[in-house]
């Protein structure tokens, strides 16, 4: 009796497991096409810097600002012009346009090993303390793309004032195939 009881677990526990795999196997671009989103033409640089560049099988992406889809940019001060919610999507915008230019440098995003390090600075007014609140519009989405991949070492950080006074400015380190 006990084999036969020992037998179903481990019959259950697999088809578990292949349920399990089966999701977390999902590629980066239907996790996109499942979430409605579609990635722009990479964004080029607006000064003397360039957007990627590749060390071994690390990929450094420089600072992304939040740009809609109709190429206008998410302004303001956290805390002062735009609430925690705006400052949430403003990052998931900064987020996608991260994804854009990763995308533009390694040709698919399945290549993703691991989204080592995300540094997401916040445009903020003196007394806004919820910095890793409005930074995790951009973790979240990368854990929705990229499942357990997508988990990364961040920092959060509040600044007096960003470039074009956009609302957030996000880098990040990739580690790639």
């Known amino acids: 009796m006990k084999n036969f009881c020992l037998s179903i677990v481990a019959s259950m526990l697999l088809t578990s497991t292949i349920c399990l795999s089966s999701f977390a196997a999902e590629k980066p ?25 590749r060390s071994g099988n690390l990929i450094f992406l420089s600072g ?8 206008s940019l998410v302004i303001g001060k956290l805390g002062r012009d735009l609430s925690k919610k705006e400052g949430y999507e403003a990052a998931r915008l900064s987020a996608i346009g991260l994804l854009s230019t990763l995308k533009g440098e390694i040709g698919d995003l399945s290549k ?3 989204i080592v390090k995300v540094f997401g600075m916040v445009n903020a007014a003196d007394d806004f303390t919820s910095h890793s609140q409005v930074i995790n519009g951009c973790s979240d989405l990368l854990v929705e793309v990229f499942g357990e991949t997508g988990r990364h070492a961040r920092a ?14 996000i880098e990040m380190i990739v580690e790639v195939e």
Do not use: W
């Open 29 to 53: 671009e239907a996790a996109l096409a499942r979430l409605e989103i579609e990635l722009p033409a990479p964004s080029k640089s607006i000064a003397n810097y360039v957007g990627a560049t």
């Open 64 to 71: 992304h600002i939040p740009k809609r889809g109709d190429g």
């Open 112 to 114: 993703v090993k691991r």
């Open 156 to 169: 959060a950080s509040g600044f007096s004032s960003l470039p074009l006074g956009v609302a957030v400015e």
